[in-house]
């Protein structure tokens, strides 16, 4: 990297990551987190005044214990207000996680995946806010945004008012691994569920009598295989990918109770995603046709069908900035006067940022050194987490 003068103190910037790493938060359950970040935020000079929570959860349909946590950062020069966003949150495989240090990483004790995503960007945010205050770096007014259950669904994201954020013009959410990433753009998600209600017979005496629900089921999911609606999905009018991700009973039981009683009850749950929202909504109307036609091909003796519900609700919407954004050139001066080439990415999966750019608030997310996330061989790499601390003080206190 390139020599700017940037007054990060490595270790203890070090020291917030271990400790925020080491705080169960599973997603729903950030009350504990967002405590340690309010304390952290307060040692390092953020009055409590300036700390606080919405009521987001009180609408999001998932227990949560809080709601997102929101501070306000005055600035020292007259700029338009920045906003920097992280999630709170981590997946429950993190649940338990033992963090040590090994060389240049931080990883877990095996057993459990670490959280580095993103407590990666908890610590950013953290850290942004000590270097700011200490050094007394002049930098425009503010806002640091700490989401809840992202992981389980950009809940936090979702439920947000913007109006609490003060008004940015743009915002650095930070949710990745390399610092030289940046990520401008990201597919939307259709989430869709069927209920299939057959009827039961004995399958041994008289299975003509059942309507089999997994029969139902199976049949329409090879039909949207064979319309090309599973998996990649490839179309001269769009492109994008789906998944059947649950295949059950009620309320997370096996459909079916025994194997000589006809199935009477499946539910079937999936999910679509596409840079156009359109077309998400078109994969999922795929599915549904496919149940539809389905439903018409197993009959009992006496010709009665299944009764087949399909539903189907946007989980996020896609968004792409141009390259040319006042965000992106931003991050991307940044990053240049750190001797680092800036890549812009798509990404395939969903981040607050979707969310962000739709209250109104163009959101380019970057990385911070979190890897192998989600899997027990998740690491920390404190190079990369270093590089993203500096970018992050750097966009903070660029003048336009």
């Not at 999001?60 to 966003?85: C, K, Q």
């Not at 908890?122 to 770096?137: D, P, Q, S």
């Not at 999936?270 to 091909?297: C, H, L, N, V």
């Not at 792409?320 to 395939?348: H, Q, W, Y």
Request: charged share 20%; net charge negative; hydrophobic share 40%.
């Amino acid at each position: 990297m390139s020599e700017v003068p940037i007054p990060l103190d490595v270790a203890a910037a070090e020291e917030h990551l271990m400790r925020f790493l080491s705080i169960e938060g599973v997603t729903g359950y950030e009350a504990n987190i967002a405590a340690a970040v309010s304390d952290a935020l307060k040692a390092v000079g953020v009055p409590a005044s300036a700390i606080r929570f919405d009521d987001a959860n009180t609408r999001i349909a998932l227990p949560t214990e809080t709601g997102n946590l929101i501070v306000d950062l005055p600035g020292t020069r007259s700029a338009p207000r920045l906003l920097f966003s992280t999630h709170l949150d981590t997946v429950p495989l993190c649940a338990g996680a033992k963090p040590r240090r090994e060389g240049d990483r931080i990883v877990s004790d095996g057993t459990t995946a670490l959280g580095g995503d993103a407590r990666t960007g908890v610590a950013l945010l953290v850290v942004l806010a000590e270097t700011l205050i200490r050094h007394k770096l002049p930098h425009p007014p503010i806002t640091l945004l700490f989401t809840v259950r992202e992981e389980s669904g950009l809940h936090g994201a979702r439920e947000l008012n913007p109006a609490d954020l003060g008004g940015p013009v743009m915002c650095i959410n930070v949710d990745g691994q390399l610092a030289s990433d940046l990520i401008i753009g990201a597919v939307g998600q259709e989430n869709w569920e069927v209920e299939i209600k057959g009827r039961a017979s004995h399958a041994g005496v008289a299975p003509e009598k059942g309507i089999s629900a997994t029969l139902v089921g199976a049949i329409a999911l090879t039909e949207a295989w064979q319309a090309g609606w599973f998996g990649k999905v490839v179309k001269p009018d769009g492109r994008g990918t789906s998944n059947v991700g649950i295949f059950g009973g009620r309320d997370g039981k096996p459909a079916g109770d025994a194997t000589n009683v006809v199935t009477d009850y499946a539910s079937i749950k999936g999910e679509a995603r596409s840079p156009e929202a359109a077309f998400a909504t078109k994969i999922a109307k795929g599915y549904a046709d496919a149940f539809g036609k389905a439903k018409g091909q197993v009959r009992d003796h006496e010709g009665q069908t299944a009764e087949v519900t399909f539903s189907h609700q946007t989980s996020y919407p896609p968004f792409k900035l141009a390259e040319d954004s006042p965000v992106v050139t931003r991050a991307i001066k940044a990053l240049k006067m750190l001797g680092i080439e800036a890549s812009c990415l798509f990404s395939n999966g969903g981040l607050d940022a979707n969310w962000l750019d739709k209250h109104g608030i163009p959101t380019i997310t970057i990385g911070a050194g979190q890897a192998e996330i989600h899997t027990i061989k998740e690491y920390v790499n404190l190079a990369e987490y270093e590089k993203g601390c500096r970018l992050g003080v750097l966009m903070a206190t660029l003048e336009e």
